[in-house]
């Protein structure tokens, strides 16, 4: 596997975002889970896939991977994320483009999808539409809070720590960010949409079956993989990429 050189784009708040782009027609940018990059995609094979068919752009978001790793909780308004990834959707010269995103990526790429007309579809893959924290979540946060907290660094860390535990500080400010992101309901995005989960992600499957009548009135395509656990949407490439690639085609 060849590795791509990174390339870099600067954040209407100065910070920088790195990415990769490889492949040839509309673009498609790939939105990674929380403490993962965005090499994982190609890892994982999706980019090899996706690149015959799509301009595909893969970003480590901001605090991940290569970019920058502010620490402040308001460095991870939501805001602030997406003003990142237009940024590297303007570097590529793709005013328009579909959004892929796993977990954290697709709790991101909501917010694209329903506050921008550039989004042209939108693949969400193993997170509910509503708030971005809820009750299940929240708890999650005070347990990883307490876990890490030896972990903590001072502001005076180094923006772009190669190890998992370089991030944690920055998830730390992130997860809090999230508390205060505002809601996002299907129909409140602006472009088709497919919601994919797997029947042992328990949380998001149950949020479906509560929601499918405001899922149905939105016109979300939804898939639910059986037996596919919430790390699975993203692992069970097989199982997962011919769904979302063929709703991504049209």
């Keep these: 596997m060849n590795k791509l050189a990174t390339r870099y784009s600067t954040s209407v708040d100065g910070t920088r975002i790195a990415y990769d782009v490889v492949g040839s027609g509309p673009a498609l940018m790939l939105l990674h889970g929380m403490g993962k990059t965005r090499r994982d995609w190609r890892k994982a094979g999706y980019v090899g896939r996706l690149q015959d068919a799509f301009t595909v752009v893969t970003v480590d978001m901001r605090g991940s991977g290569e970019s920058d790793r502010p620490l ?3 460095d991870y308004a939501i805001e602030k994320i997406c003003e990142d990834l237009y940024a590297v959707a303007d570097a590529c010269d793709a005013p328009r483009f579909a959004v892929w995103g796993f977990s954290f990526g697709g709790n991101v790429a909501r917010y694209m999808a329903a506050w921008s007309e550039r989004v042209t579809a939108l693949a969400l893959v193993g997170v509910p539409f509503g708030p971005a924290v809820d009750a299940a ?3 999650y946060i005070d347990e990883f809070a307490k876990k890490y907290a030896h972990l903590a660094r ?3 860390e180094h923006k772009r720590k190669p190890t998992i535990k370089g991030q944690i500080p920055a998830m730390m400010a992130c997860f809090q960010a999230m508390r205060t992101w505002p809601g996002v309901e299907p129909g409140d995005v602006r472009c088709p949409t497919l919601l994919l989960v797997g029947t042992k992600n328990k949380r ?4 479906m079956q509560a ?4 899922l149905d009135e939105a016109g ?15 692992g069970k490439i097989d199982a997962v990429f011919p769904l979302v690639s063929s709703f991504l085609k049209k």
């Design 72 to 74: 402040d909780k308001a």
């Design 137 to 139: 979540f929240d708890r």
């Design 154 to 156: 001072t502001k005076t």
């Design 204 to 207: 998001v499957l149950n949020w």
């Design 211 to 214: 929601n499918s009548e405001a």
């Design 220 to 234: 979300v395509r939804v898939e639910i993989m059986q037996g596919l656990t919430h790390n699975q949407e993203f």
